[in-house]
């Protein structure tokens, strides 16, 4: 089988993939963005977040993402608009690095990839946004798919 773009028609245009043949099925998925903060920032944690006059910086963010991965389909044009049965952000501080872990589950035809990684990209965003009174030199390193499940196939990132 050719790999091929899926959101092109066979003329080349773009088109919305559609997803009315296939079956519902749970689907789930788990994306990870990558914050590298500067000592600057790291320098006011207290017991594992940063308080500032917004509020829980970590907090803010996950209630962030929750919302952005609610709202994919507004933002990536050709996403499918799904129910989440499911979202959950985790956020961790390890040495001067933030990883934010966002899982996405649904019953639909179609996968849950793209609200997972846009619910990880607007938290990595939204701490940006409240420290960046503290530094500007706040890097968002990597956004990625961890794992997803229940569509036509099954991925999972190589930790090696």
């Known amino acids: 089988m050719e790999n091929k773009l899926s959101h092109l028609n066979e003329a080349g245009e773009v088109n919305m993939v559609d997803v009315g043949h296939k079956a519902i099925t749970t689907r789930k998925a788990i994306a990870q963005s990558a914050v590298l903060l500067p000592q600057a920032v790291l320098n006011c944690f207290q017991n594992d977040d940063i308080i500032t006059k917004k509020g ?22 050709l996403c499918h608009y799904l129910n989440l049965s499911k979202c959950d952000i985790k956020i961790k501080l390890i040495n001067n690095e933030v990883f934010i872990d966002c899982t996405c589950i649904t019953n639909a035809q179609t996968g849950v990839e793209m609200e997972a990684l846009t619910g990880a990209s607007i938290a990595a965003l939204t701490i940006y946004d409240m420290c960046k009174a503290l530094s500007h030199n706040i890097v968002i390193k990597e ?18």
Request: charged share 30%; glycine share 8%.
């Open 56 to 77: 829980s910086v970590f907090q803010c963010a996950t209630i962030a993402g929750i919302m952005a991965a609610k709202k994919t389909a507004e933002l990536i044009p």
């Open 143 to 160: 956004t990625k798919l961890l794992e997803k499940t229940g569509g036509k196939s099954d991925f999972k990132i190589n930790k090696d």
